[in-house]
């Protein structure tokens, strides 16, 4: 099958960020399947127009279309828009059996639609974030034309979908309540490396020692994006609680918008650089040496109902490293971490969550046995070689017998 697949945000190994589509890409190449990624190129560059790169059994189509975090939500908009167009044009020049288009930005439909309908083959789109109702949850989008825009895409991806894949159960619903019909809605969560993320104790003790974090620390970490909806000041305000803890040391590993505010914070509470350090982001390569040096891995939003059906890369990786994991949300991660005592739901109160880390801390074996059932559930539930096969069978299904 030639399949066109569509991610803005497609990451390899040796950047940062999320892997799911080239994990994803790269097992239907593996599979027999001729892959097409249709992305974009976000670092500095001189080339402007389109370039190709083979991945690991994948060709790669990248525009240089500057991206980052810390850009104005009306940049990132340019930047959704003008990849969309140049996109479209793109992928209707591929050949293909099926088009097949992830979000976040939920933009990425309009190439995807159009590629579909001029090839006269079939679309599967798959959801990230349930868009736009986080952008207008956390303040993003105000406009209420821009809100109506937003909803009328959502309603147009869906209508041109052969099927949707939802990240979670949360997302499925949230589909669902859109029209779309429940029968054509496949849930395929995030997934476990777990190959990646086998704990290496040799490799944690040398991130360690690079970081001069002492063996018998507990340490405490974030991964990831540094974004306003991430609200990582809360760990700050965590560390400043336990300054007078000496068991406990805090790490926030990435780069965002709120990176510089995390960095004030931190230096206002006389933490930054004593009980709590700052790292810029790492080629996810490198991620499983650094998760190996962590005893308690941690997942964090800010106290938005809609955020409760996420379904976060760093969840899965901390899984699958053999951490106990900390959330300080509810939905399904919270269900999960309970049902299968891999971890803990923290406080919404800095403070709390301070009391229920130093509990935790109190108990001996409770962070290493958190741990080796977060691995347990990573290897039962979210094999990523099981849940790409559940991809290729919804491409498949809905490309149809005349493929």
Not at 3 to 31: D, K
Not at 37 to 59: A, K, N
Not at 80 to 103: C, H, L, P, W, Y
Request: charged share 20%; aromatic share 8%; net charge positive.
């Amino acid at each position: 099958m030639r399949i066109i697949y569509l991610h803005q945000y497609f990451n390899t190994p040796e950047s940062g960020g999320s892997t799911r589509s080239f994990e994803v890409g790269r097992r239907l190449a593996a599979a027999g399947h001729q892959v097409d990624i249709v992305t974009s190129w976000r670092e500095p560059t001189v080339r402007t127009s389109w370039f190709t790169t083979e991945e690991s059994g994948m060709r790669v189509h990248w525009l240089p279309v500057r991206y980052s975090n810390n850009m104005s939500y009306l940049a990132r908009m340019g930047a959704f828009v003008k990849f969309a167009v140049r996109a479209a044009a793109r992928a209707r020049q591929i050949d293909g059996e099926i088009v097949f288009a992830t979000s976040t930005p939920l933009t990425i439909a309009i190439p995807a639609v159009y590629a579909a309908r001029r090839r006269g083959i079939p679309m599967v789109f798959e959801v990230r974030d349930l868009w736009p109702d986080l952008p207008i949850a956390i303040g993003a989008l105000k406009n209420p034309l821009l809100r109506m825009a937003a909803r009328a895409l959502e309603r147009f991806s869906y209508a041109n979908s052969a099927a949707v894949i939802a990240l979670s159960p949360g997302m499925a619903e949230g589909i669902v309540r859109s029209g779309y019909p429940r029968e054509r809605v496949v849930i395929v969560p995030n997934a476990a490396d777990l190959d990646l993320f086998r704990r290496d104790a040799s490799s944690g003790l040398e991130f360690r020692r690079r970081m001069g974090i002492d063996e018998g620390k507990i340490l405490v970490a974030y991964l990831g994006t540094l974004g306003r909806i991430n609200g990582v000041c809360y760990l700050v305000r965590i560390a400043a609680a336990l300054k007078g803890d000496a068991r406990f040391v805090f790490l926030a590993m990435g780069d965002g918008q709120e990176r510089e505010q995390i960095v004030a914070l931190a230096r206002a509470e006389e933490v930054l650089e004593r009980n709590f350090l700052m790292h810029p982001t790492i080629a996810k390569a490198r991620v499983p040496a650094v998760l190996a040096a962590v005893d308690v891995a941690t997942s964090l939003f800010l106290p938005i109902p809609e955020m409760e059906s996420n379904s976060a890369n760093k969840f899965f990786d901390a899984l699958a490293a053999g951490c106990c994991v900390a959330i300080n949300y509810g939905g399904w991660h919270a269900q999960l971490l309970q049902s299968a005592g891999a971890g803990i739901r923290l406080n919404s109160d800095p403070r709390l969550a301070a009391a229920q880390l130093q509990a935790l801390a109190d108990e001996p074996g409770r962070i290493k046995s958190a741990g080796l059932n977060a691995r347990v559930l990573a290897e039962e539930n979210f094999s990523r070689d099981v849940l790409a096969a559940k991809i290729d069978a919804v491409l498949t299904g809905a490309a149809g017998p005349s493929r």
